[in-house]
Nanobody, 122 residues
Framework: VQLQASGGGSVQAGGSLGLSCAAS????????IGWYRQRPLKMRDRISC????????YYHDSAKGRFTVSRDNAENTAYLQMNSLEPEDTAVYYC????????????????WGQGTQVTVSS
């Protein structure tokens, strides 16, 4: 599966951005999709994850109540809607497909997309 993330940009604090992760390949609907981010000088964080069927999700504490993950298996696309953005959300965001362990916090990676930059100014 090859992934193409898009939707990053620059916004002011309190604003919103919607990220998309478009996948090629016929196996998209059997993979979990994770969203990770890497902030400057920080480790890469797992921000959100959605199971293959979409009925199970995970959010990092910093994302709860502000971010929403979803997927459209018919379109081979996953989404991360980010609201009430804060300067601390500034990072490169990556989408990744993985196995069932991905949403359980395991390193069950199968493919990474290129990152998309999100910059939030105060």
């Amino acid at each position: 599966v090859q992934l193409q993330a898009s939707g990053g940009g620059s916004v002011q604090a309190g604003g919103s951005l919607g990220l998309s992760c478009a996948a090629s390949g016929s196996t998209f609907n059997i993979n979990a999709i994770g969203w990770y981010r890497q902030r400057p000088l920080k480790m890469r964080d797992r921000i959100s994850c959605i199971s293959s069927s979409g009925d199970s999700t995970y959010y990092h504490d910093s994302a709860k109540g502000r971010f929403t993950v979803s997927r459209d298996n018919a379109e081979n696309t996953a989404y991360l809607q980010m609201n009430s953005l804060e300067p601390e959300d500034t990072a490169v965001y990556y989408c990744v497909v993985g196995g069932i362990g991905l949403c359980r916090g395991q390193a069950d990676f199968r493919s990474w997309g290129q990152g998309t930059q999100v910059t939030v100014s105060s």
